[in-house]
C-alpha cells in the first residue's frame, strides 16, 4: 500500500470518529441488550461546563466564617440565618441548647458527667467525627476518656482497646441476618445488648492508635450498665492496684450503673464478672464534664430504634445523664430512595424516631446530622447518588417539623457532586467507595460540627453576662 493510500485511511478513519463524537448521545446507542458508548460532544461539553467543587476552597470558607469576632448580637443573628454551616433549629429557636450548656457547665463543678450520645452509620465507625466532637467539647466543658462501648463487639474503636474472653453473648438489632438476634427487646442505649453466663472478663486500655486524642488516652472512672441480675452476681474491678467489687444478695430485675470513680487517671482496668446478667455497656469517663458516646450501627437507616424496650431506654438514659443525642443516619437508605412516594415512608419513619427519643429522653435535645454527599458511577462519570439531595431536603425539613435541630453536612461538604472531589483531594478526605469519610476527612466534618455547635454555647454565654 501506498503512502498516499495509507494517509488517505488514517484521516478517513479520524473523520469517522469526528462525525461518531459530533453525533453520538451522551448516553451511547443500544445494540440488542448491550448499550455501546462512544466519546461524544455532548458528554465533553457537558463535563466541561461543570463546575468542580474546589475542596479546599470550600474548607477555607468554613474556617473563615467562623473566624471572625463574636462579641456582637447581630453576628449571631446573622449566623443563625446566612451561615450555610449553621445548626438548623425547630421554630428558629435560639435559645433550643440552652438547657444542654447549663448542665455542661455545671458538671465538672458538681462532679457530674454530662452524656452526648453520637448514633450513626459506618460513617461514623471507628470513632470518626465523634472523637473531635469530643475533643473540642471536653476542651471547653473539661472531662475525659471514650464513652460508652459494649462489652463485646467487632468493631474497633480509635480511643480505646478491648478484650473480653468467657461466658458473653453479643446480640445487636442491626446489621444483616448473621446478626445474633435476642428473643426480647431488652437492647439498651447502644442497640445491642451483651449476654453475661457463668463468667467473664473484659479488659480496658487506651489504644495506642495514632488519630485518637489525648484526651481519650487516660480515663479516671469507670462505669457498667447492666440488668436482670442473677442472685450470685458479681463485679470485680481492678485498677492499676485498686481493687474494688458489687454484689447481688438477690436478682435485679431493674437498670443498674456501677461507677467507680479514681483520683487519678488510670491505664489499666480489668472487669471479672459472675453469675448471669444483661449487659448494655461500659464507659471509661473522667471524673465530671463531658463524655460522647459512638454508637456506629453499620448498615443501618436509623429506623430501628423505636423497638427497643422503652422502660429500659428511659432509665439508662436518666442514669448516665444524656443531655444530647445526635443521630446521622439517611445514607444507607439511598439504595431504595427511588421516587418521591418512597421518600416520605421514609420521613414518617425518621419522625416516628425522633419522636421516640423524646419521650425516653425527655431531658435531652436532638440533633440529626443528615448524609454526606456520595458518588456513584453513571455512564462513565462518578456523580451525586440519584435523589439525594431530595433525601437531605426532607430529613431537614422532618427533623425541624418534629422538634429536633439539623446540621447539613451535605452541603457543609460542598453540595452535589462534591465526594469526587474529597476522594481526590491530597491528601485523600474520602476513600475509593466515594462514600466513607477517611480519618482526615472525617477530622474536617468532625471539627466544623464542632465549631458550629460550639457557635451556639458562645451565643449563649454572651446572652448570660
Not at 448542665?103 to 463543678?109: L, V
Not at 427487646?185 to 488519630?211: C, D, E, F, H, W
Not at 450501627?297 to 444524656?322: V, Y
Not at 418534629?402 to 446540621?407: L, Q, S, V
Request: net charge positive.
Amino acid at each position: 500500500m501506498k503512502a498516499r493510500q495509507v494517509l488517505l485511511f488514517i484521516w478517513s478513519i479520524i473523520l469517522v470518529l469526528v462525525g461518531l463524537w459530533l453525533v453520538m448521545p451522551s448516553d451511547g446507542v443500544a445494540a440488542g441488550p448491550v448499550q455501546l458508548r462512544f466519546a461524544s460532544r455532548e458528554a465533553d461539553l457537558r463535563d466541561a461546563a461543570e463546575v468542580k467543587v474546589d475542596v479546599d476552597s470550600v474548607l477555607e470558607a468554613v474556617n473563615r466564617r467562623f473566624a471572625v469576632e463574636r462579641d456582637t448580637l447581630n453576628y449571631y443573628r446573622k449566623f443563625f440565618t446566612e451561615n450555610p454551616d449553621r445548626i438548623y433549629l425547630p421554630n428558629d429557636d435560639d435559645h433550643y441548647f440552652d438547657a444542654v450548656f447549663q448542665h455542661m457547665e455545671k458538671a465538672a463543678a458538681s462532679g457530674r458527667t454530662v452524656r452526648v450520645a453520637h448514633y450513626g452509620d459506618s460513617q461514623i465507625e471507628m470513632d470518626r467525627i465523634s472523637q473531635d466532637l469530643r475533643d473540642a467539647l471536653q476542651q471547653r466543658f473539661g472531662g475525659s476518656g471514650t464513652g460508652m462501648f459494649p462489652a463485646l463487639g467487632n468493631v474497633p474503636s480509635a480511643s480505646i482497646s478491648r478484650t473480653s474472653s468467657g461466658g458473653f453473648v453479643q446480640y445487636t438489632m442491626y446489621g444483616d441476618s448473621t446478626t445474633a438476634r435476642a428473643g426480647h427487646n431488652r437492647y439498651g442505649p447502644l442497640a445491642q445488648v451483651v449476654q453475661l453466663s457463668g463468667g467473664g472478663t473484659v479488659t480496658l486500655r487506651p489504644t495506642a492508635n495514632k488519630n485518637a486524642r489525648e484526651g481519650a488516652k487516660e480515663f479516671s472512672s469507670i462505669s457498667v450498665l447492666y440488668g436482670r441480675a442473677s442472685r450470685d452476681f458479681s463485679l470485680k474491678m481492678k485498677a492499676d492496684t485498686l481493687k474494688a467489687e458489687v454484689s447481688t444478695e438477690r436478682g435485679e430485675s431493674g437498670t443498674t450503673l456501677v461507677t467507680w470513680k479514681f483520683s487519678r487517671p488510670i491505664r489499666r482496668v480489668s472487669l471479672s464478672f459472675t453469675g448471669s446478667a444483661e449487659l448494655y455497656g461500659i464507659s471509661a469517663d473522667g471524673p465530671s464534664g463531658v463524655t460522647v458516646d459512638n454508637i456506629p450501627l453499620r448498615g443501618c437507616s436509623g429506623t430501628i430504634f423505636h423497638r427497643i424496650s422503652k422502660p429500659l431506654m428511659q432509665e439508662s438514659f436518666a442514669l448516665d445523664n444524656t443531655r444530647l443525642i445526635i443521630l446521622q443516619f439517611g445514607g444507607n437508605y439511598m439504595p431504595v430512595a427511588r421516587s418521591t412516594k418512597v421518600i416520605e415512608q421514609y420521613q414518617e419513619q425518621i419522625a416516628r424516631e425522633i419522636q421516640y427519643f423524646q419521650e425516653v429522653a425527655p431531658q435531652a435535645r436532638i440533633l440529626f446530622i443528615g448524609p454526606s454527599d456520595m458518588g456513584k458511577s453513571v455512564n462513565g462519570r462518578v456523580v451525586t447518588w440519584p435523589r439525594l439531595p431530595e433525601v437531605v431536603d426532607s430529613l431537614k425539613a422532618t427533623a425541624l417539623r418534629n422538634g429536633a435541630a439539623y446540621w447539613d453536612l451535605f452541603r457543609m461538604m460542598g453540595g452535589e457532586n462534591s465526594m469526587g472531589q474529597w476522594v481526590k483531594h491530597n491528601p485523600p478526605y474520602a476513600g475509593p467507595d466515594y462514600i466513607h469519610f477517611t480519618p482526615a476527612g472525617a477530622r474536617e466534618v468532625g471539627q466544623a460540627l464542632s465549631r458550629s455547635f460550639l457557635t451556639y454555647y458562645d451565643y449563649y454565654t454572651l446572652r448570660s453576662k
